[in-house]
Structure formats: structure tokens, C-alpha cells
T-cell receptor
Framework: KQEVTQIPAALSVPEGENLVLNCSFT??????LQWFRQDPGKGLTSLLL?????REQTSGRLNASLDKSSGRSTLYIAASQPGDSATYLC???????FGAGTRLTVKP | GAVVSQHPSWVICKSGTSVKIECRSL??????MFWYRQFPKQSLMLMAT?????????EQGVEKDKFLINHASLTLSTLTVTSAHPEDSSFYIC????????FGQGTRLTVV
């Protein structure tokens, strides 16, 4: 069974900082990996999908990388804003398991 | 527009009654759909994998008689919480996947 771990569990930064969220998985034979954000009491919003053949994907201020050999994916957020405050989740799409998430707070 | 539609978005029911949640894949045929449960301030816990035309695969610790899953068509999976009790109150969310995962908007169940 795939185990997905996210570090850190929580992160608080001042506005404008660049930050990195980490996601690790135990089985490197992954299908695709996807990053989501979840606002309190809400559903999931897809941020980035990285297919197994790709090494990174970018969307605006977000960049996600994938290193299957080391079992890691990182989500880089540039120039963070208070509106980025949310819980960020990664999921390995083979068996659709999630990490516990990183709760991000960006202070004005 | 939504790729996966989940209904209802919230429901309040009395203890002992059953509640059915529907999950529809609107844009593609989904032979497999997924059901999750989320407690406050916790991550999504995979409950079961719903397979079209066959029995669902439940995760360890999830009571199959409590959480009935039916996937009768390629676009519809249902989760029925039977004889609901207050401890079943939670946020339930479904997903369908092709090369990426799409989620319903979730159902907040409150059992009183």
C-alpha cells in the first residue's frame, strides 16, 4: 500500500516569501501525482497534475516537481500571498491516497 | 464546469436513519470511483474504491455493511450510510479519475 507523507504539517510565513512544500511516497512506480488545495470547510481545488513521465509542471506562481527515483514531489510557491492560505494536499493517483496535508498561513 | 457532481452538499438526519449520497461523473465514463471521509482538520481518508458492476473494495477498518456502495453505471456511484449515528457525522467526498483526479464538492453529513 502506498504511503504518502507531507512535510511540514503546518507552515506560517510572512507575505512575499517563497516557500516549498514536500510530498514523499513509498512506491516509486507511480502513475501520476496531483497537488490540491483545500480551504476550510470546502472541497478540493486541483492545482497541478504531474504525469509520471514529467519532471515538473508550472502554473502561475506554482511549480511542482517530481522525482520518482527518490519518491518525492515538491510544490514551490513564489511570492506568497494571504490568499494562498489553505491546506495543501498531494495525492498519488495509482491508489488515490493522500498525504496528511500542509496547513499554510500567509500573514499580511 | 464541474466534472464530478456530488449531491447533496449537506444533509441533516436523525440517528438510526439511512442517508444516500450520489456521485456522478459528468464528462467521462468512470469504471472506478473513490469515496473519502474527512474529519475536521484532518486529511482525506480513503474509505473504498467503487467498481462498476462489481463489489466495492473497502479499506481496512471501514464497515462495508455500514457504508453501502453501489456503482450501477459508468457515471454514477452511491454511498449509503445505514443506520446513521452521531459519530458518522463527517465530510464525505467522492472522486473519479482518468489521467487526473476530479472531486465532487463534498457532502457534509450531520446526524442528530
Amino acid at each position: 500500500k502506498q504511503e504518502v507523507t507531507q512535510i511540514p504539517a503546518a507552515l506560517s510565513v510572512p507575505e512575499g516569501e517563497n516557500l516549498v512544500l514536500n510530498c514523499s511516497f513509498t512506491d516509486s512506480a507511480i502513475y501520476n501525482l496531483q497537488w490540491f488545495r483545500q480551504d476550510p470547510g470546502k472541497g478540493l481545488t486541483s492545482l497541478l497534475l504531474i504525469q509520471s513521465s514529467q519532471r515538473e509542471q508550472t502554473s502561475g506562481r506554482l511549480n511542482a516537481s517530481l522525482d520518482k527515483s527518490s519518491g518525492r514531489s515538491t510544490l514551490y510557491i513564489a511570492a506568497s500571498q494571504p490568499g494562498d492560505s489553505a491546506t495543501y494536499l498531494c495525492a498519488v493517483l495509482n491508489d488515490m491516497r493522500f498525504g496528511a496535508g500542509t496547513r499554510l498561513t500567509v500573514k499580511p | 464546469g464541474a466534472v464530478v457532481s456530488q449531491h447533496p452538499s449537506w444533509v441533516i438526519c436523525k440517528s438510526g436513519t439511512s442517508v444516500k449520497i450520489e456521485c456522478r461523473s459528468l464528462d467521462f465514463q468512470a469504471t472506478t470511483m473513490f469515496w473519502y471521509r474527512q474529519f475536521p482538520k484532518q486529511s482525506l481518508m480513503l474509505m473504498a474504491t467503487s467498481n462498476e458492476g462489481s463489489k466495492a473494495t473497502y479499506e481496512q477498518g471501514v464497515e462495508k455493511d455500514k457504508f453501502l456502495i453501489n456503482h450501477a453505471s459508468l457515471t454514477l456511484s452511491t454511498l449509503t450510510v445505514t443506520s446513521a449515528h452521531p459519530e458518522d457525522s463527517s465530510f464525505y467526498i467522492c472522486s473519479a479519475r482518468n489521467r487526473e483526479a476530479f472531486f465532487g464538492q463534498g457532502t457534509r453529513l450531520t446526524v442528530v
